[in-house]
């Protein structure tokens, strides 16, 4: 096993010392590795700005069905959609469902860890620390262009 790169400390001293590794990491924004039982487990501790200014933006992919004076936003590889009279409803309805997704995904980790949902992890993370404007902005609406409407007659 290398040495980390990232400043370690172990679990121990980590707890004795709490308030002076929490110093660190907030007022020198420097993230630290606590490791236990000979570094096979390990937790980073990171201020959250700091991670995330390290997540980069994160778009989300949403695509738009305008049918009949109803709006259909929607992000395929999440499977979750939002519903309105108006686009701005529509965005409303979609950011609840992406709450209460991302509550759900860190509420109970494992279970979305071992299966294709994995991949969500680092995008709702993003999401879960952003403020509104912020994860409103990670919907990237202004580039949606509506999708054709399908003929349900075909």
Known sequence: MHEPLVPTIDFSPAKAQLSDVMDEVFHQHRPRLVSRH???????????????????????????????????????????????????????????????????????????????????AATLLRFALAEEAEQRSMLGLEDVAPEPEVDSAL
């Open 38 to 120: 000979r570094g096979k487990e390990r937790m980073l501790l990171v201020r959250p700005e700091d991670l995330l200014a390290m997540l980069g933006d994160h778009q989300l992919k949403v695509g738009a069905v305008y049918d009949g004076g109803e709006v259909t936003l929607r992000i395929p590889e999440m499977g979750l959609l939002g519903f309105g009279q108006t686009l701005d409803e529509a965005i409303d309805d979609l950011l609840g469902e992406l709450r209460v997704y991302a509550e759900r995904y860190f509420e109970e980790p494992a279970r979305y860890m071992g299966t294709s949902r994995a991949d969500h």
